[in-house]
């Protein structure tokens, strides 16, 4: 059984859900309705020893800013921001003090850097590794929560950052490669950044149709829009990887294959509807101008005529199943 196929067991177990529910499971947060100027977005992701990281590979400082980073990705990427942290820590007994402590300058590093406020949690033993889950409230202003089920038919589909490079520096650090291209890519795997500054430049340029990151991978990303919309995706047959070429050389894998089936990046994937293709392009690039190495990546296109979830390159195939997923291995 696949993640997706466990998660759809799950929801067709619910009851209708509530009119304060907007969006419920599906999404990269879960969309309330509390108050009349907003509503409230609520995620929770994991980092778990030997899933996640390793000791030998990662601090504890990285460990715990990665679990924020990988928790606010998914609030920025609906085009909210970060309010409130919640942690819960399951420690294997006898474990070091002096490392819950690094732990927690890395969350609460990441809690400043992002503006959540730690403001609760849980602690309990566990007989295996150790395992970090936070839960994210954050708030996005009425009608701006940027859907994955949004795009339509003549869609752009655009990547804003690296995809593969989490995943090139995963691969160095299996194979124990330090060599010094891949210095960076190393360093992305285990200090990824996010996107702070995506909400209020998605106030000034509203015309984004679907937005997710990109977790577990681009080609997961690329199905999940494509799968919530009711629409396939056509891949270009020829998207513009000079950013991974040099990576994918030295790790001798092919750069499309490890863009598609890299996780962990946390790029923004997003729709933007033909007529403002050009326009976003251009502005897309004020994004990121403190974050130089980050660009903006055309992939394809949106075709309602399609299989439903499908993601294809002319025909030849389909990466339905490429990515990252924790239960189907
Ligand atoms: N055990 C679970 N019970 C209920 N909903 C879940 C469970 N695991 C994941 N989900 C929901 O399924 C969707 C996809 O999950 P996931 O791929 O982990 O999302 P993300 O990549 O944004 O963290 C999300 O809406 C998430 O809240
Ligand atoms: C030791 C180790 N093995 C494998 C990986 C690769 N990996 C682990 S989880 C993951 C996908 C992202 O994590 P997930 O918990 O699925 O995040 P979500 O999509 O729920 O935000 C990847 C690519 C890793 N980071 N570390
Ligand atoms: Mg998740």
Known sequence: ?????????????????????LHGIGDDTALLRVRESSDLLVTTDSQREGVHFRWDWMTPEEVGYRL???????????????????????????FSEATVDKLYDGILAGCLEFGAYLSGGDISRTTGGVDLTMTLLGMVPKDQFIPR???????????????????????????????EKLSEPIATFK????????????????????SMDSSDGLGQALSSLARSSGVSIVLDSAPDLDYLSPVANVLSVDPRKLALEGGEDYDLVVGVSEDKAKEFESVARDLFHDQSHDQVTYWGRVDSSGVAGAVVTDGTYDIWDWGFDHVGG
Do not use: C, Q
């Open 191 to 210: 200090r990824p950044r996010t996107f702070p500054s995506f909400p209020s430049w998605f106030l000034k340029h509203p015309f984004l149709s679907a």
């Open 1 to 21: 059984m696949k993640e997706r196929d466990l998660i759809d067991r799950i929801v067709s177990k619910l009851p209708p859900s509530p009119p304060e529910i």
């Open 149 to 179: 089920n949004g795009l339509v038919h003549g869609d752009r589909i655009y990547s804003i950052g690296r995809p593969g490079f989490a995943r090139a520096g995963y691969l160095a650090l299996s194979r124990g490669d330090f060599s």
């Open 68 to 94: 924020v980073v990988v928790n606010a990705s998914d609030v920025y990427s609906k085009g909210g921001k970060p309010f409130s942290a919640f942690v819960t820590l399951a420690l294997p007994s006898g």
